[in-house]
């Protein structure tokens, strides 16, 4: 695990990536992100589904529910109801609401804004820590949430391309 945090000791390598990258993509266009806890559960339910699928039924709770507080409180069947089109959409539904009561059990109230103040790595571990998060959720948590964090999101697709690019080992395996 401690090569996915090598980030600032193969700085120059990734910069030279970032430079073909841009070169041949053009530059970074961010767009909104989604405050952590928000990310978490988009990010779980675009596991092993489709952005289009995934993006629907993480607006479809949105509407569903007032705040993810009342989705914590929430029975799977309900949860269910808006995410059905989603892989293992039953599982995900058990999951999400175990994860959102640990999250309050664990700190109190509903939010991982408090990621902020830990390292990367203490980060990954806290999130791999709940109900069905691993490497990739915890990377897109942090990346791609306001927390903005540097952690990179891995799945099958990402990694033929950074092996492509030189950053991993072409026998590079996900964790």
Do not use: C
């Not at 039924?57 to 808006?82: I, N, T």
């Not at 939010?111 to 915890?138: I, Q, R, T, Y």
């Not at 903005?148 to 964790?175: K, Q, W």
């Amino acid at each position: 695990m401690a090569g996915l945090f090598a980030f600032d000791e193969e700085r120059a390598r990734y910069e030279t990536v970032r430079r073909r990258l841009r070169a041949d993509a053009g530059p970074i266009v961010w767009g909104d992100r989604l405050d952590p806890l928000s990310q978490f559960i988009r990010s779980s339910l675009g596991a092993r589904t489709y952005d289009a699928v995934s993006w629907r039924a993480f607006f479809a709770l949105k509407s569903a529910f007032p705040d993810w507080g009342a989705m914590a409180q929430a029975r799977p069947e309900e949860v269910l109801r808006h995410i059905e089109d989603v892989t293992f959409a039953a599982d995900k539904a058990r999951h999400l609401i175990a994860a959102l009561r640990m999250i309050r059990a664990r700190r109190g109230d509903l939010s991982l804004e408090f990621l902020a103040d830990f390292s990367v790595e203490a980060a990954h571990a806290w999130l791999e820590g709940l109900p069905n998060a691993g490497p990739k959720v915890a990377a897109a948590v942090l990346n791609f949430s306001t927390l903005n964090r540097r952690s990179m999101v891995i799945d099958t697709h990402v990694l033929r391309v950074v092996s492509r690019y030189g950053l991993v080992a072409a026998d590079t395996d996900i964790p």
